[in-house]
DNA sequence: CCTTGACCTTCCCGTTACTGGAACCTCTAT
DNA sequence: ATAGAGGTTCCAGTAACGGGAAGGTCAAGG
C-alpha cells in the first residue's frame, strides 16, 4: 500500500511517516518504482506509534516501547516504568500548568480589560506587589 | 552593570538574556570593552520579561505585552485580552495533559509490571480492545 | 611585568517532532 | 499528449534557548 493509505489508516500524516522512516522507527519496503510500500505489519507499527504519541510519549520512549512490544519475552515490568516515569513527568506538566492558570485567571479576573491604563496583569509583570 | 550581574538580579541566564537581545527585546549600551552595560531601566524590563515568561506567555506576547507596558496610554483591555487568549490556551493544555495522565494512571495501574510479558499497557498501545 | 582565573565577546550547532515548500518523477485517465 | 494526483528527495524553519569553541579583557597576586 502506498504512504497515502497507509496515512489514512494509521492516522499519522504521510510527512510524519516518512519522517519516522528516517529516523529508523518503520522501514517500508520499496517498490520497483521507488514508491514505499506498507503492509499490514508497517501498518499495526504506525498505529502502534500513533496511540504512542497520542498519550505523549516522547520519539524516544516509543522506540523502547516498540522494542518489548516485539519482544515476546518482554517483562511487563519494562513496560509499566517507562508508562510511570512519563505520567509523572505528565503530572510535574499539570501542576506547573495548573499554577500558571490559577495566577493568570487571578488576574484576568481583576483586570477591569477597559480603556484605561491601570491593570493589574501589567503591575504583576512589573513585579509591584499586588 | 556586566551581564552575570544582570542574570542575577532578573532571574535570567545570560544565554537568555544574550537571545533576548538578539531578537530586539533589550538593548543595553555596550561599554568601550564592547561588553553590554545594562542599566536599571534594562533590569526592569528584564525582571519584566522573567515574570511574563514564568507565566508561560510566549515571546511573540512578551514583545507586546513589553509595548502595552511601555504605552502609557495603553487600554488595558489589550493586555487582558492577551493574557485571557493565553489562559485559554493553558486551560487546553490542562485538559489534553488530563486526559493522558487518567489514562496512563490506569493503564500503569492495570498492569502487573512483572518478569511476564502480558502487559495491558502494550495492548492498548496496539489498539487491542480492553 | 607576567600569569592566572574569571569574565566577556561572537559564532555555530543541537535540541523536539515535525511541517512547508521546491524540484522533480510516476501513474492513470482522457 | 496532457492533466492531475500521487510519489520521491532535500533543504529550511519552527520555539526558546543551551553547549561549547575560539578568542579578547580585567583584576589580583607573585
Redesign the pocket.
Known sequence: M????AAEKSGL????I??YEDIGLVTPDRA?????DFDVAHLHKLTFLAQA?GLGF???DCRNLLALWEDQDRASGDVRAIAKQHLAEIENKIAGLQAMRETLADLVHCCAGDDRPDCPIIDRLQGKAQ
Do not use: V
Open positions: 502506498n504512504i497515502k493509505d500524516p504521510p510527512k510524519t516518512r519522517y520497483a518504482n521507488g514508491y514505499r504519541r516522547s520519539i524516544e
